[in-house]
């Protein structure tokens, strides 16, 4: 760490966040990246056999210019998403398409097209400068930033920002992302850091969470009320995990999905009565590579015996080509099947019987606006919707944290320390956390 760097850092952590503003920038500090070199290193192996712990590494890279409208923010901690898997694995595509792109867009973003990929789509820190033309944001604030990065130039994205042809989600489709001692963000990415939280619990609900919110809350998304069923897959996982709190908070009826035991107590701990162990059950909606109907109906009886007759009104999904046949047939009459994802397969298959002739739709949903996600981070701060962090990693073990998510070893969100020294800093309302800290550690350790 460059001698800069760690003034910022002490700077922080003994709370004299005013003095960053006239400390300098570094010119350049250590991100973790994936190598435009190495986008061929997994040709020919299995998506199974591909290593993030191979591509992912720390770098010291160049702190980017700072534009109009733009941050620099000190990252405390950061967390891993399933994005970082994909970009990390050159899967669907390498993330330098993404890049290249954008860099040709305009003068103001070329500096995103370089011969590496700063990842990462999650940060708590502090802003270090803003660029011309911010007045919302200040050296000192403490924030989180969502990953929503838009231009707004063109008409179609000024009624829902996630319509704006120039939408990317940030460290993924563009550079300088929070896997990082520092990262460059656009103001309107920014939000007030929940202050009963750690740098680590700050940090690791952003990109999920947010994601949760529009999916199943959100009038853009399946728009919960209360007394819905709604079926959650991965309901201990980084998206699920939120998930299953919104269906609780909002009156809903969760039906959890998970893989073992452990997560079915998670599930109840978290609230929830009815859970399905996919893993016990022995569902196999594919056999030989053919769906398999009598496994969706097998299904479809499991929920009505567990809710004493209802089906399910809203569907949560995004383990995608393996349970999508089963998640279009469990679904009552009318009711929606909301999509983010297909992590198992993007080529879907369904019986489209079920769906046209009971009136049911498909929603696809993607992140969240900017509103969406304010309101989201606010359930955070207020305590209402718990972080689900389960286990911490320093920054120059990504490439481990990383394998941890794409193997599915974690439960919840596994975090990242970047400039914070260790766990457990940065908490200033004792009170509230005081309130809510069994929900808080609900998923350390597991
Ligand atoms: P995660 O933390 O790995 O959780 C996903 C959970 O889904 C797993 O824990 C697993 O739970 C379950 N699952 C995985 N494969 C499954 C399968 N074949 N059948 C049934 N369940 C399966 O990942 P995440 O952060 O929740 O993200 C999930 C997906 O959503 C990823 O593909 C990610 O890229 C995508 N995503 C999209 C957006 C967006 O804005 N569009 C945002 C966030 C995430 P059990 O083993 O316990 O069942």
Redesign the pocket.
Known sequence: MSQHMDEIRSAIVSDNLSAVADLPVPDTYEGMVVRKEDVGMFDGLQTRDKDPRKSLRLQEVDTPELGPGEAIVAVMASAI???T??TSIFEPLSTFGFLERYGRSSPLARKHDRPYHVVGSDLAGVVLRVGPGVTKWAPGDEVVAHCLSVELEDAQGHDDTMMDPQQR?WGFETNFGGLAELALVKANQLMPRPLHLTWEEAACPG??NC?AYRQLVSHHGAGMKQGDVVLI????????SYATQYALNGGATPIC????PD?AQLCHDMGAEFVID??AEGYRFWKDGEQQPGEWKRLGTKIRELTGGDDVDIVFE???R??FGASVYVTKRGGTIAT?????GFMHEYDNRYLWMTLKRIVG???ANYKESWEANRLIAKGAIAPTLSRVYPLAETGQATYD?SR?L?Q??VGVLCLAPEEGLGVRDAPLRARHLDAINRFRGR
């Open positions: 998403n399933y994005n898997v994909w989600i990109l999920v994601t897959w991965g309901a201990t996982g980084g998206l699920g999905v998970v893989s073992s997560k996919r893993k995004h383990p995608g393996e349970t983010c994802a297909s992590t198992s949903s993607h992140f998510v599915n974690h919840g969100k």
